[in-house]
């Protein structure tokens, strides 16, 4: 199993940056692929990022295609998601999530994660 606590979150202004990390424990993420997903109030989780265990794939949400970069240090058994352009509904709590499958095509799907971290607040002000 692993565990994932995410962090990096914060308040930021309409245009900014952020990166959010998710940290991994237990064992070795690169068992792993990783995925980033939001939850903004009172809406449904949704997917962000994906990529493959070693980095060399990776899927994009069309609305974060451009701004949002995902990447992965597996020797720092870390994942990342660097954030830019930042919009206020890029507003959300934002989940890492892993699974020893990468689904390509089907990696937007919450149920294809088994791990999940307990989340990190990102808000963009306008």
């Known amino acids: 199993q692993v565990q994932l606590v995410e962090s990096g979150g914060g308040l930021v202004q309409v245009g900014g940056s952020l990166r959010l990390s998710c940290a991994a424990s237990?064992?070795?993420?690169?068992?792993?692929?990783g995925a980033w997903f939001r939850q903004a109030p009172g809406k449904e989780r949704m997917f962000v990022a994906a990529i493959r265990w070693n980095g060399g794939s990776t899927d994009y949400a069309d609305s974060v295609k451009g701004r949002f970069t995902i990447s992965r240090d597996n020797g720092k058994n870390t994942m990342y998601l660097q954030m830019s352009s930042l919009k206020p509904e890029d507003t959300a709590v934002y989940y890492c999530a892993a699974d020893s499958v990468y689904y390509g095509r089907t990696s937007y799907l919450v149920g294809n994660y088994h791990y999940w971290g307990q989340g990190t607040q990102v808000t963009v002000s306008s």
């Open positions: 237990g064992r070795a993420f690169s068992d792993y692929a």
